[in-house]
């Protein structure tokens, strides 16, 4: 497809499971980002893939998070042991440059999350 | 990165012009100014972005005045479907960087 795809577009879980959400970036596009939406709230940035660099980790909020993006493309947000403060809709970007500031920032339709 | 400050919420009316000024009083040379629009329930887009004076597109206008330190996301005309958060961001080109979101404005059009 054209755009970025996010998958799978709701996911409703147990307390304590694992999950995996996914983000297809846009063909071409080097940067890839994850972010974070609480109802009613803000982006909080989790992590950000550049090329072959090593990701930026800086914004995940505990280590049951984890995220990879292989072969420079697909990415896979993990989430272990989920908690009900996980739940949120979960966003995946991508961008052809490193900044997205002279280029733009082409954001997924996310991933709900529902931990109950 | 700069840090950016705009109101948490603003209400207007069909038909009338919206303007959204963010603050950005350490906004270093090589920055630019971007603006996103985050509709319910989707993901946000991108709409306009400049680096001094003015930019007009098919959405919005940016005003930029020549100290750098605000600008201002105008509207024209706004519709109830222009009901939408709006992010104001600053940073530099080619920085390979993280990119950050505030709070952002929640702007609600009543008809």
């Known amino acids: 497809g054209a755009g970025v795809s996010q998958s799978p577009s709701n996911k409703v879980t147990e307390k304590g499971k694992d999950v995996e959400l996914r983000c297809d970036p846009i063909?071409?596009?080097?940067?890839l980002y994850w972010y974070r939406q609480s109802l009613g709230q803000g982006l909080e940035f989790l992590i950000y893939f550049q090329g072959n660099s090593a990701p930026d980790k800086s914004g995940l909020p505990s280590d049951r998070f984890s995220a990879e993006r292989t072969g420079g493309s697909v990415s896979t947000l993990t989430i272990q042991r989920t908690q009900q403060e996980d739940s949120a809709v979960y966003l995946c970007?991508?961008?052809?440059?490193?900044?997205?500031?002279?280029?733009?920032?082409?954001f997924g339709e996310g991933s709900r999350l529902t931990v109950l | 990165l700069a840090k950016t400050t705009q109101p948490i919420s603003m209400d207007s009316y069909e038909g009338q012009e919206v303007n959204i000024t963010c603050s950005h009083n350490n906004i270093a040379t090589n920055d630019y100014i971007t603006w996103y629009q985050q509709f319910p329930s989707q993901g946000p887009r991108f709409i306009i972005q400049g680096y001094k004076t003015k930019v007009t597109n098919e959405v919005a206008s940016l005003f930029i005045p020549a100290d750098r330190k605000s600008s201002t996301l105008s509207l024209p005309r706004v519709s109830l479907s222009d009901t939408a958060v709006y992010y104001c961001?600053?940073?530099?080109?080619?920085?390979?960087?993280?990119?950050?979101f505030g709070k952002g404005t929640r702007l609600h059009i009543l008809p």
């Open positions: 961001l600053v940073g530099a080109p080619n920085r390979d960087d993280k990119i950050i």
């Open positions: 063909s071409g596009h080097t940067a």
């Open positions: 970007a991508s961008s052809l440059a490193g900044t997205g500031y002279t280029g733009e920032l082409f």
